[in-house]
């Protein structure tokens, strides 16, 4: 039976790609029960590896169960059919994953990456206070709701931390994630403290967010290992940044473990807090939701239309020279 078939038994109608990874598929479908839109992740069992299949798929399936938070996207049912085909029903990211946005629309000025940094900062110490990791921390994997609220996604590469008697974290030996993302102590195939690495790639987005390229360039693994062994962050010049905004990046790029902060730390820096803008805009416009909305209209002019064809054409017109180098190294970023 074919996925539209299989989808409309259980009450969906499928709709579009909207995205393929290693192992999966995903399709938007409308439910007759939600009467709403929804995503769907296909994973066809037969055709996936064993570790795969064993380790990280039950994981993920798993804490998808596990998690409840705002910002991380909401999963309406798991079903799997005879013939070996694992269905992920969950909510659907209407604009789209991030990068895409960065790459339509370039780098994300920094009242805008603020709002949406907490979002995701706040999804992760939720996760970490859990004791769950992510380790595949990413721009791909941040989805963007109608009002460009951030939703956590793909948790392929989680799981909960393992303690030993004494209740300290065993360090983590799986070298997952993407280079791109990847701290040198996970490229150098050091174990390493899982939560410890989720906090560098949120010092990668964060410096994707605002910059609208990459920290580092991973088609040379050796020459971006050295650059971050030495904790060199170079910033573009074209970009004007807040010195809070380098600071808080810089922190998280830190090569030293031990130093490098925790998501507690992040949470309360400088930069992460409100200025004043925010909380006015909050009291005239009533929430998140449209302060958010309101000041990426206002600071791109159209909003992203969820026509597949009209966002072709932006990316075709706005496309910046750092985004296709971006999109470029995005494509081989997998370790
Ligand atoms: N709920 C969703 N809404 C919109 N797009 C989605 C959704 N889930 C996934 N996608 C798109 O599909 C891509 C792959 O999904 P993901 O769960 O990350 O799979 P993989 O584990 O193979 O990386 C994402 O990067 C995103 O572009
Ligand atoms: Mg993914």
Redesign the pocket.
Known sequence: MDDAEVLKRRGYIMGIN???????K?KSAYSDRLKCNV?V?IIDKTKAPRDFLERFLPREIEMLARVKHHAI?KTYEIFETSDGKVYIV????VQ??LLEFIKRRGAIPEDVARRMFHQLASAISYCHELDIVHRDLKC??L?LDKEFNIKL??F?FSKRLSRDDDGRVILSKTFCGSAAYAAPEVLQGIPYQPKVYDIWSLGVVLFIMVCGSMPYDDSNIKKMLKLQKEHRVHFPRSKVLSPECKDLIYRMLQPDVARRLCIDEVLVHVWMQDPKAISDTMISKGGECSYNQNLIRATFGKESGPEPSENEEVIQEERHADMDKLSDQMQRTAI
């Open positions: 909207l995205g393929e990874g290693s192992y999966a995903v995503a992740k996207i969950t909510e659907l990211g789209g994953d791909e994997n989805l996604t793909d392929g």
